[in-house]
Each structure stands twice: as C-alpha cells, then as structure tokens.
C-alpha cells in the first residue's frame, strides 16, 4: 500500500505521514500529515501525487 500514488482531493486511506512526489515518483522533500477520511490538500504543484511514507501508529491496530 505504501507505494501507491495518491491525488490531491483524495479520500485519505490511512492515517500518516505523505511525500510529495513529482509527476516521475521522485521525492519533492515535503510531507504532509493526513488523518483517514479527510481528503489530501493540494500539491505546491501540478501533477504531483501523495506517497505514504509512515503510517500513524493506533494501540488498538
């Protein structure tokens, strides 16, 4: 699951930490943090996706 690309705007599937990659996969060096549910924000510029990077840690997971 941590290497699928998200898009901005997307229901985020897992609660964590998300890179920003550019249009080939690269690391941009930004992350963002995103709870599950909610929909990632926009990217600093177009064409780039959101990578799972670390997934929050629950006790109860």
Known sequence: MADKLHKPGETTPISGQYEVTGSRGGSKGHEITS???N???PTPEPNQRYKLVDPTKHKNQ
């Open 35 to 37: 709870t599950k549910g």
């Open 39 to 41: 929909p990632l924000p």
